[in-house]
């Protein structure tokens, strides 16, 4: 029972329960309302949502929390020395020019930059470009983002934690499970995958999920050192998930153009490449979250042999080489599975290690 219950938390830690967080910070910012000013803290419900709805795990949360604050120190900082020159109207167009001129350069590439410029933007508006300005209102602004920041924080960190690890481990059982269903439908049932609206958004979860997996890595290092040291074996396991896909789809396409070119040797080959992915079904199932893989051996040994005897039907055909080429692909990409999926394994039960 203790099992099912762990297995059940795992699986709402991203939902469920971060939507009991969601609600607690809520009410704990709203408690902290009524010891501020009237018109100024709601500012401190709006920085819960802004980081509580974006990110729920720590790490991450705690890297938007620093842009949010330095997006607000700096968007205040310029409405602060805005509101310090006389209010005339060329005035205030050459304090937005410079202001936006700033905030867009900061912004240049693909960076964390881009969301304080906009905050800061946003900031700078609020502040000097109000009827009443006054340093008084900057003030209370830096305060309640704040304080909705160590809100945030305090429950993320305290109340059912999500770090990076236990983060990467969800994300990666959940794309263990799409690549199944990928796999499935594509070689098991021979659906075409190209024709078909629910493996091409399938395709596209998978990748999303691999490039969620990097961005979960990123926020490690705003927590322990010890997350920090698994950062190799984490960017080790997106490389073997990414490889075995890759390889999954070259397979497919391999066969969709050797029915067309040999036809005879995939007709053969195809029951062959049926039992494999099969086996492979087996093996991705076997990874569950904090769960070690139990039957590791038995599944790679079996991958090893449907290799093998795929191979070996295929030895029984005496064609020219150049016909031979794309089944032969197919045998070798079926043998650089077999070494991903046993890297893969090996690094997973690795992570999982408390």
Known sequence: MNSKLRQYYYEHQENTIHTLKYVLAFLLGYGAMQFLPDGKSQWVIITIAVLMGSQNIIGLQVNRALLRLLGTIVGAALGLLAITLPHTPYLVIGSI??????FSIITYGENDLNYVGTLGMATFAMIALTNTPSYLDAGFRVIDIILGILISLFVSKFIFP???????????????????????????????????TELVQLDA??????????????????????????????????RYQRAIFHYILFIDTAVSDGK????????TLAPYIKDYMAILIELLSDIEIEQPATDKD???NALKDKQITASKALDAFNLEEEKHQQADAIAFTMNRINHCCNQLLATWDRIIQP
């Open 205 to 238: 979860k998978i990748s999303k999920t691999l490039f969620k997996q990097r961005q979960i890595i990123k926020g490690m290092r705003y927590e322990s050192f010890r997350q920090n040291i698994l950062k190799q074996e984490l960017l080790l396991v997106i």
């Open 97 to 102: 020019i410079v202001a936006s001129v700033f």
């Open 260 to 267: 067309r070119n040999t036809p005879i040797i995939m007709a």
């Open 298 to 300: 038995k599944h790679l």
């Open 162 to 196: 999500l770090n990076s690890r236990r983060a990467f481990v969800i994300a990666t059982a959940r794309n263990c499970k799409q690549l199944h269903a990928f796999i499935y439908q594509v070689f098991i049932e021979g659906i075409e995958r190209r024709s078909n």
